[in-house]
């Protein structure tokens, strides 16, 4: 059972517009959700991270919404670079029992057409 | 470079053999965090330990084991190796004190089990 998920395998976007990643999760007690960029060979990096009591965070080019209702997240990076095609990952944590272990989503691969 | 190192990069070998991953975390970090990672997969969590301790196990076979050291690195353990732990694996920290936290994320270990 995935309890995150990332729908779209891949999102290709022209220089200059949005890109909107989408996560899906089915466990309500998630309380915190993290957004992570892997290059080829690299580990994921942390890019940004909404706490479940926020419906909007931003980070410069990067704003991760929140719809617990619906239990969605999406990020959006506007303007859209070349250096931002990449896997994108979905995490979601449970600080439940002093554990904080993320569950994580398969991944959208953006791919920025110059 | 986020702090998290890991070695060996890659590692060839064969069915039922036995292996040890090893990971330092960023300084201070005192939370570490294994995750599995197959073709077309998220990532999977796999064990917690944090400060010597073992906080938490995800989806980790009885054929894996792993250990958090008093000078913090960690080593995960992997015997009797099948194809199908052929995958990157990656090593995570965190500062681990209060709820939730950003993992920080090594480069990984590219296991191939031939």
């Known amino acids: 059972d995935q309890q995150v998920k990332q729908n779209s395998p891949s999102l290709s976007v022209q220089e200059g517009r949005i890109s909107i990643l989408n996560c899906d999760y089915t466990?309500?007690?998630?309380?915190?959700f993290l957004w992570y960029k892997k290059y080829p060979a690299e580990g994921p990096t942390f890019l940004i991270s909404?706490?479940?009591?926020?419906d909007k965070n931003e980070d410069g080019r990067f704003t991760v919404f929140l719809n617990k209702s619906a239990k969605h997240l999406s990020l959006h990076i506007v303007p859209s670079q070349p250096g931002d095609s990449a896997v994108y990952f979905c995490?979601?944590?449970?600080?439940?029992?002093?554990?904080?272990?993320?569950?994580f989503g398969k991944g959208t691969k953006l791919s920025v057409i110059p | 470079d986020s702090g998290v190192t890991q070695t060996p990069k890659h590692l060839i070998t064969a069915t039922g053999q036995r292996v040890t991953l090893r990971c330092s975390p960023r300084?201070?970090?005192?939370?570490v965090y294994w995750y599995q990672q197959s073709l077309d997969q998220g990532l999977q969590f796999l064990i917690q330990?944090?400060?010597?301790?073992?906080?938490a196990k995800g989806n980790i076979l009885e054929r894996f084991s792993a250990q958090q050291f008093p000078d913090l690195h960690s080593e995960l353990n992997l015997s009797s190796l099948e194809l199908g732990d052929s995958a990157l694996y990656f090593c995570?920290?965190?500062?681990?004190?209060?709820?939730?936290?950003?993992?920080?994320f090594g480069p990984g270990t590219r296991l191939l089990v031939l």
């Open positions: 995570a920290s965190s500062v681990a004190g209060r709820g939730v936290e950003t993992q920080y």
């Open positions: 466990n309500s007690m998630f309380d915190y």
């Open positions: 909404i706490s479940s009591i926020k």
């Open positions: 995490a979601a944590g449970l600080a439940g029992a002093g554990s904080y272990q993320l569950t």
């Open positions: 300084s201070g970090d005192l939370s």
């Open positions: 330990y944090y400060n010597g301790e073992e906080r």
